[in-house]
């Protein structure tokens, strides 16, 4: 899941974006309105967590210019806690409102009961073959017995799954799970993708994860041919 954090008191954002980053969130983080704005519409973010005090734009006038565009969900996250402040977040197109101090956990449960809400066609269990996935409680299974992935192998696990049968290349992938630009003098994602095989088709005999070479990787069950 890919975050877009709109705070400029850099102790805050910088704790938010590790700590989400820990929870398997791929965050980007604006410290101005004007930036929070542009990133918002060059990019699909699941949630956006926008602050209101924020430098040359504030947070309702970036909200009110994103809702021109595009409806991806939105969490204020201020210091203000007036009931007029949260009335007049949440007239100007916002779907959650968190005032500071904030408990991290909240603003977690938070994240994912927006992102439930806007994906009202999408399922929160994935399966392909005999693995199956819960987006929201962060687990997976392959025919019944519980995989043990870090963070980050989850992310990519579950980036796979939304597109079965898309190849998806080492840019993509570096891109959404690692929030970064892909580099060829580096093997993370070839680590990773390693590492997620030997969890996932390890012990086996149907293969899921499958490299297509010169092009990326794919997730989906292929045909088993019958003996003649």
């Known amino acids: 899941m890919k975050l877009l954090i709109v705070e400029d008191e850099a102790k805050t954002a ?20 004007p930036d929070g704005h542009a990133l918002a519409l060059q990019h699909d973010y699941d949630v956006i967590v926008l602050d209101v005090m924020l430098p040359e734009m504030d947070g309702f006038a970036v909200l009110r210019a994103i809702r ?3 409806q991806t969900p939105v969490i204020m996250l201020t210091a203000r806690d007036r009931v007029d402040d949260r009335v007049h977040g949440l007239r100007a197109g916002a779907d959650d409102y968190l005032a500071k ?78 929030d970064m630009s892909f580099d060829s003098d580096t093997n993370v994602v070839e680590v990773a993708i390693k590492r997620l095989r030997a969890k996932v088709d390890g012990p086996y005999e149907h293969k899921l994860l499958h490299t297509i070479r010169g092009m990326g990787y794919v997730l989906e069950m292929r045909g088993v041919r019958e003996a003649p």
């Open 14 to 33: 910088d704790y938010l974006h590790r700590g989400l980053n820990e929870q398997g969130y791929t965050v980007d983080v604006a410290r101005t309105g």
């Open 101 to 178: 101090p904030f408990s991290f956990l909240e603003l977690v449960a938070r994240l994912q009961a927006v992102t439930r809400r806007g994906r009202v066609q999408e399922s929160t269990q994935l399966h392909i073959g005999d693995l199956e996935i819960d987006l929201l409680s962060r687990k997976a299974y392959r025919a019944g017995n519980r995989l043990e992935l870090t963070a980050k192998e989850f992310a990519l696990l579950a980036l796979l799954a939304r597109r079965e049968g898309q190849i998806l290349s080492k840019t993509v992938i570096a891109e959404q799970v690692w």
């Open 68 to 70: 021109t565009r595009k």
